[in-house]
């Protein structure tokens, strides 16, 4: 190997080794904890309600995140919790059943939600990345289920059974 060839290769491997370094920090998995708490905060469940089951799609995140995430928990309530949770739930974006009849024509739809008519509360967004119209980019917004348009980036949806005391909830990225 010339004298060239070897000064070439130092700068290339070093390059290499700091690539390798920082994409490392890219494929973290994410803790069920990490998980939970996301859903607590995207629903407005506060941690004295119990976690009774979290199912997820990944914990390994992609290129560009956990592309197709779908998370899907369940949270039991005491009676006092439920109390406690439909006083403040309006606040937070809740509102009285049914749930919005075009949630079933979404892509992926929260079919691990119950589709009877019980006594409760449902929750439901979904988020549009703002898109480049005419040059300009218009602004991303979050959007209740009833106002959602063709295409949309993600959707949260919550059902609050008052009779059975749970909360079950769907959290669907599609980015």
């Given amino acids: 190997m010339t004298a060239q060839e070897r000064a070439t290769i ?8 700091i ?5 490392s920090g890219c494929t973290r998995n994410v803790s069920l904890a ?14 004295e309600v119990k976690l009774v089951s979290l199912w997820r799609s990944s914990d390994q995140p992609g290129t560009f995140g956990r592309e197709g995430l779908r998370m899907v928990g369940e ?7 439920k109390e406690d949770f439909v006083r403040r739930a309006i606040s937070h974006g809740w509102k009285s ?13 929260p079919v691990e939600l119950p589709k009877d008519g019980q006594e409760g509360l449902c929750f439901c967004s979904v988020w549009v990345n703002g898109l480049w119209v005419d040059g300009k980019k218009q602004e991303s917004r979050t959007l209740g289920c009833e106002d959602a348009p063709e295409r949309f980036d993600h959707y949260r949806m919550g059902l ?9 909830v769907v959290y669907q990225n599609y980015y």
């Fill in 10 to 17: 130092g700068p290339l491997l070093s390059l290499l080794l």
């Fill in 34 to 47: 990490e998980d939970e708490s996301r859903i607590r905060e995207a629903f407005s469940i506060p941690p």
């Fill in 160 to 168: 609050l059974d008052i009779g059975a005391g749970k909360i079950i």
């Fill in 75 to 81: 949270f039991r309530l005491t009676d006092q919790q």
């Fill in 19 to 23: 690539s390798l370094f920082l994409l």
């Fill in 97 to 109: 059943l049914p749930i919005p009849k075009n949630i079933y024509r979404f892509r992926k739809p």
